[in-house]
């Protein structure tokens, strides 16, 4: 799958868990990205923990589609960043005019 990346999900490592992973989500990728793409539409400018509070879905499904989208050229950062709930610094992400036409 790795070869095939954004199209499929990544995974890394080569023990084979990031490997199922990746294939158990195969079939929700599509249906994610979309909700990824209509919360950041939402807020306009948000960092990823700000998006998936939005789109009220686990983060452990969302969060890898922003850096999909991110490659596939549907979002792009601001320049701007924000700190999350852990202090830690975040980008903050913005939709491209292909992702908009995508919405």
């Not at 793409?37 to 998936?52: F, H, N, P, Q």
């Not at 999350?84 to 995508?102: F, M, Y």
Request: charged share 30%; with cysteine; net charge positive.
């Amino acid at each position: 799958m790795a070869d095939r990346y954004p199209d499929d999900p990544g995974a890394k490592g080569p023990d084979g868990t990031s490997q199922d992973a990746a294939e158990a989500i195969a079939p929700c990728v599509s249906y994610l990205r979309r909700v990824a793409i209509r919360s950041l539409d939402k807020l306009g400018e948000a960092t990823v923990l700000e998006a998936v509070a939005v789109a009220e879905v686990a983060r452990e499904s969302l969060q890898p589609r922003f850096s999909e989208l991110r490659a596939m050229g549907l979002v792009e950062p601001t320049g701007a960043r924000r700190r999350n709930p852990s202090g830690k610094g975040a980008a903050v992400l913005r939709l491209t005019e292909k992702g908009r036409a995508a919405l």
